[in-house]
């Protein structure tokens, strides 16, 4: 650390100076805020101050409170809460606002971050406490007395840890969306801003007093209004600003904008006079911002009134489209009774306009609530309202699809459900509108309400987590980012979108597995950081070697990028009882999921999970557990297929049902299955070999809990510089160098996975092994698997064991021709054995029977291919086949020899780790 600065430090906590820091970080994310309470007296201040840090307790959140003598009257208080790591303003900002309702602290307004004289929002800035000087701060506790050994006070400081923040955000979501209820109506628009600008005596007060500097409590509260209105309100925000006194960084002037957007309601003209403005409060609106869906109702009503029969009739239609709406809805129904007696219109007409013009609204930012409430006051009838209620889910970002069944599904926010008497409907319509089915007027409702969706809905074929447009070079997945929000990550960026609701009309289902986390744009050096904590903290704490520590990685890392790939791997985790097979899998799926997330289900389902899910991990399955349906869901997955089924209400309608996953198992045995061989990953595992010395696993799962955010942000960024590699055709280039240097090696059909984790291996390996050379790990992989894979294809020959078993009676019985004893009808010398199909296939199955092997072929023609097919594994395994036809009868006759006794397929199933 600086010399200087920590001379500043020490003086600061002796009180000789004092020091101030900025809240608000580049990235938007804070690690602390702050509450103030003054205006009051002293005492008023601080019960508040008390009252306000007690009710956090309530939620298991721990603050601090700093006494801030002002050399007044008054003193002020600070109730301080720090983060354990960095949180996106918006989202403390929210949380705290709802906190304060929460502990209903009556008219007073308190500072926080994003709001007036801002401590982590707007200013940023905020004097730390223990300073001296005319005006003295310190950290007090319960009795008001200033705390003890300041170092040792610091260093007790405790931190809320994310889990913490989370529990209080969703504690105070009723509080959240009320208050959000209450702001919507003061949102405008470009248009309206004029009205503000014409109308707003605050505002004109500070364009007045711009060049003497704005107070920053008051350029704050005028912050808060004119955010709403885009980019004509903060042109004028910077104006101001910047004819202010000092120096003005319009850089982080914006930044500041763009924290505020859709966090704080306006302040009011009420705040605004406490805060010092000398204005007077207007009668109405509350904010400066609400001039800018201001109506003046008395000018109105003369032009309307002034006009002729006829105009009138034109002049109220074209008022009821375009203002009616802007009227606060409580003050709706005076006015058409206004219009009735001083226009002369009956009510009736006034009534059908009115309803006309809320029909046409699209209700943005409306709660559904508040529609039907609105929707009740107009006399709508029960398909009136269904058809609002349909209007209010697509003025707010929600969409309605057919599904491959033809359901109709309603798609808003996280939810997606299907239109009807089911139980995730109810639930919704409940916790949204309070209505039941009890009322035959509500299936009414739900009625028009799906028939409006059937409409206007979407056919979406196969909704998954994940779909890949390789035209554009473009994917667009579903990790449960915390906003709800989709990603689309193209070979230049990684950006959010609204899912369903955006440009490219891209509707995802969330992964049901995964945890949400909150995605960060890092610099490069976070970017970096998070890497190396992945590894560190996951792949490096596989009992693994380190050559399959990173096949791991890359293996996992691929998912977003499923669609590049034809075959995709099985990861077998082997070994032993108790040597972190189980654990390797869990430490992968707690980094994709956030929680282990092993699985032991049924085919059936494996179908459902694999379609909705990136990776589903089975633990401790061995041999005799791999079904025929077991292995034809795993083979579909590697495969890439789809499984058909029939339509549901159809008698020749089909649905496919796509596994959208990567895939792993563990287990004890070497899974000697030979659809699975050649496309399996195998890894051994060995704690004892390869495990760390100091291994405590809760440690290791609180530590992925922690930087999970941040290495899920990292890994969409790293799928990014992946995708521009694919772009230039760089897959290709592995292909083409795998396929010269590793021809006919047992994992070819999976060329096209190891080329893609390649690519993730250029982007990955550099920042976390810089010394390590990508080629010779990649050589190193497919070498390992092809020696396993050689082992285990040996092994699992039926032809090879049935084979040796015949030699092997033969040694036993020192032969050298046919024997009395001998049960088979072919000779055999302990070297050589010769005979035509048929005759070799009843000694197969004689043989397969006296030695409990298995057979799967019955006829000489399918035991001829299967032979010719099994000369190269048989030769591996020591024997030699040869086939020479039969001139006479045009039969093949066969000729197995063992060249060299010594040779057996019970060579090591275990290939040893290259070094």
């Excluded at 920590?6 to 100076?17: C, D, E, W």
């Excluded at 298991?60 to 301080?80: A, H, M, N, P, Q």
């Excluded at 554009?472 to 449960?480: D, L, R, W």
Aim: charged share 25%; hydrophobic share 40%; aromatic share 8%.
């Amino acid at each position: 650390m600086n010399p200087d600065f920590t001379r500043r430090i020490a003086n600061h906590l002796k009180g000789a100076s004092k020091l101030g820091m900025f809240a608000l970080r580049d990235d938007g994310r804070v690690k602390w805020a702050a509450v103030q309470f003054d205006w009051h007296s002293v005492s008023g201040a601080w019960d508040e101050a008390v009252a306000y840090h007690e009710s956090l307790l309530t939620f298991g959140i721990r603050s601090y409170i700093e006494r801030i003598d002002t050399g007044l009257d008054t003193d002020e208080f600070k109730v301080w809460i720090f983060f354990e790591e960095p949180i996106d303003v918006r989202r403390v900002v929210s949380a705290i606002r709802a906190s304060i309702a929460k502990a209903d602290l009556g008219d007073h307004i308190p500072s926080i971050p994003g709001g007036p004289e801002v401590l982590g929002g707007d200013a940023q800035f905020a004097w730390l406490p223990y300073f001296g000087g005319a005006t003295t701060s310190t950290f007090v506790n319960r009795a008001m007395r200033r705390t003890g050994d300041v170092k040792k006070f610091v260093e007790s400081l405790r931190t809320v840890s994310m889990d913490e923040f989370k529990k209080l955000e969703m504690a105070m979501l009723p509080f959240t969306e009320q208050m959000q209820d209450q702001r919507a109506n003061f949102i405008g628009s470009a248009e309206g801003f004029g009205e503000v600008v014409r109308n707003c005596p605050f505002l004109k007060w500070c364009d007045e007093n711009a060049d003497e500097g704005i107070p920053s409590p008051l350029m704050s509260a005028l912050m808060t209004n004119l955010v709403r209105f885009g980019a004509a309100g903060n042109r004028k925000l910077i104006e101001i600003g910047r004819r202010g006194v000092g120096e003005f960084n319009e850089a982080a002037f914006a930044r500041r904008l763009a924290a505020m957007i859709g966090v704080d309601a306006p302040v009011t003209y009420g705040a605004i006079k406490l805060l010092g403005w000398p204005g007077t409060i207007p009668a109405w609106p509350e904010s400066p911002a609400g001039w800018g869906i201001h109506l003046d109702l008395d000018l109105v009503a003369r032009t309307i009134g002034a006009l002729s029969p006829h105009e009138q009739a034109n002049a109220l239609r074209e008022h009821f489209r375009l203002d009616f709406n802007h009227i606060p809805p409580e003050k709706q129904q005076p006015w058409l009774d206004r219009l009735h007696a001083e226009i002369g219109v009956s009510f009736e007409d006034l009534m059908m306009l009115a309803r006309s013009a809320f029909d046409v609204s699209e209700f943005t930012g409306w709660s559904l609530k508040s529609v039907l409430g609105a929707a009740e006051g107009h006399d709508f009838d029960p398909e009136q309202k269904g058809s609002a209620m349909y209007r209010w889910l697509a003025g707010n970002g929600g969409i309605s699809y057919l599904d491959d069944a033809g359901k109709c599904i309603a798609a808003w926010k996280d939810s997606q459900m299907e239109i009807g008497t089911n139980a995730d409907f109810k639930a919704f319509l409940y916790r949204e509108t309070g209505l039941t089915f009890k009322s035959p007027k509500v299936s009414r409702i739900v009625e028009a309400f799906k028939s409006e969706a059937l409409l206007h809905a979407v056919r979406v074929s196969q909704v998954s987590w994940l779909r890949t447009n390789r035209a554009a070079s473009t994917i667009y997945i579903h990790v449960n980012a915390s906003d709800r929000k989709i990603f689309r990550i193209s070979p230049d960026k990684v950006v959010q979108i609204d899912n369903g609701a955006n440009d490219d009309r891209v509707l995802l289902l969330p992964s049901p597995k995964m945890s949400q986390f909150d995605f960060r744009k890092l610099s490069k050096p976070e970017y970096e950081k998070a890497l190396r904590d992945l590894d560190e903290t996951v792949f490096q704490n596989m009992a693994c070697s380190r050559e399959n520590q990173l096949l791991c990685a890359c293996w996992a890392l691929a998912y977003p990028l499923l669609d590049y790939a034809g075959s995709k791997p099985h990861l077998r985790c082997e070994g032993s009882s108790a040597k972190g097979k189980s654990r390797g899998l869990e430490l992968i799926a707690s980094t994709i999921y956030g929680t282990k997330q092993l699985d032991k289900i049924s085919e059936a389902a494996s179908y459902a999970v694999g379609a909705q899910n990136p990776a589903i991990f089975i633990d401790q399955i061995e041999t005799g557990d791999m079904t025929q349906a077991f292995k034809q869901f795993i083979l579909t997955a590697v495969s890439g297929i789809q499984k058909v089924k029939r339509k549901p209400g159809t008698v020749s309608g089909v649905i496919s049902e796509p596994v959208r996953c990567i895939n792993a198992t563990s287990g004890i045995d070497n899974l000697q299955l030979p659809e699975l061989i050649n496309r399996t990953f195998h890894v051994e595992f060995d704690s004892q070999k390869y495990g760390k010395p100091l291994y405590i696993a809760t440690d290791i799962d609180q530590a992925i809990l922690k930087i999970r955010s941040a290495a899920i942000s990292a890994h969409l960024q790293l799928i990014s510089k992946v995708l521009r590699r694919l772009n230039a055709n760089e897959s290709q280039i592995w292909h083409a160098k795998i396929n010269a240097d590793h021809q006919n090696h047992n994992t070819i059909r999976l060329n096209e996975y190891y080329a893609l984790m390649a690519l993730i291996a250029e982007e990955f390996v550099p920042v976390i092994d810089p010394r390590r050379d990508v080629k010779q790990l990649v050589d190193a992989w497919i070498d390992y698997q092809n020696e396993y894979g050689t082992i285990t294809a040996v092994q699992s020959n039926q032809l090879v064991a049935i084979v040796e078993s015949i030699f092997d009676e033969a040694d036993k019985q020192k032969i050298s021709s046919k024997p009395p004893k001998w049960q088979y009808d072919i000779p055999c010398d302990g070297r050589t054995l010769h005979g035509n199909a048929n005759k070799l296939l009843q000694a197969f199955t004689k043989a397969s029977t006296r030695h409990r092997l298995k057979l799967d072929y019955r006829s000489e023609n399918t035991l001829s291919r299967r032979l010719k097919d099994a000369a190269p594994l048989m030769a591996k395994a020591g024997f030699v086949l040869t086939a020479v036809k039969d001139g006479h009868l045009k039969h093949d006759v066969f000729t197995i020899t063992r060249h060299d006794l010594t040779t057996s397929t019970s060579v090591s199933a275990k290939p040893r780790g290259k070094k």
